[in-house]
T-cell receptor, first 112, second 113 residues
């Protein structure tokens, strides 16, 4: 069974703080993704990675960066958190050549 | 510009009846479509998919229909069960030559017992 885990379910941070969201998958998937989910906007892709140390911008990368030092781990970094980054953050992974993505449970981040 | 649209934010259906969830897209380069189901406090889970070379795919109670000329897909759930109550997202992929998705905004389905 594919498992994607995220380091925190709930997180509260202050404006200006540096925030790290961690994602780990245990199925040796090549592809990993970070999304945010907001009411009325669905899921929007922030960044994705096809391989270790590879990253590509998604649709809304501004204010975010990512790191993929190991195949199983994909980190999302908010360099200086702002209130408009309050959201549900979802990590996903998939095998190369396969469309189906497996999602983690999400991290609800509140920036005050 | 929203390339994938789910125009109904919510839908209520009686248990045992058919649920029909709709999704429209604008980019004719999309070649693969998926439906995901999401319960509160959980990540989305894959439900069913369809390639653009097909017009129908069936899996148990779930059937997805694709009308390429209308750029429209729909998910049929028959019969609907209370456990189907969730938010359903359609997603489209392939336009950029990658496996990344464009998601719709979601439809909240409530199945009434």
């Amino acid at each position: 069974d594919v498992k994607v885990t995220q380091s925190s379910r709930y997180l509260v941070k202050r404006t200006g703080e540096k925030v790290f969201l961690e994602c780990v998958q245990d199925m040796d998937h090549e592809n990993m993704f970070w999304y945010r989910q907001d009411p009325g906007l669905g899921l929007r892709l922030i960044y994705f990675s096809y391989d270790v140390k590879m990253k590509e911008k998604g649709d809304i990368p501004e204010g975010y960066s990512v790191s993929r030092e190991k195949k199983e781990r994909f980190s999302l970094i908010l360099e200086s958190a702002s209130t408009n980054q309050t959201s549900m953050y979802l990590c996903a992974s998939s095998r190369v050549g396969v469309y189906e993505q497996y999602f983690g449970p999400g991290t609800r981040l509140t920036v005050t | 510009d929203q390339q994938v649209k789910q125009n109904s934010p919510s839908l209520s259906v009686q248990e045992g009846r058919i649920s029909i969830l709709n999704c429209d897209y604008t980019n004719s380069m999309f070649d693969y479509f998926l439906w995901y189901k999401k319960y509160p406090a959980e990540g989305p889970t894959f439900l069913i998919s369809i390639s653009s070379i097909k017009d129908k795919n069936e899996d148990g109670r779930f059937t997805v229909f694709l009308n390429k000329s209308a750029k429209h897909l729909s998910l049929h759930i028959v019969p609907s069960q209370p456990g189907d109550s969730a938010v359903y997202f359609c997603a489209a992929s392939g336009a950029s030559g990658t496996y990344k998705y464009i998601f719709g905004t979601g439809t909240r389905l409530k199945v009434l017992a």
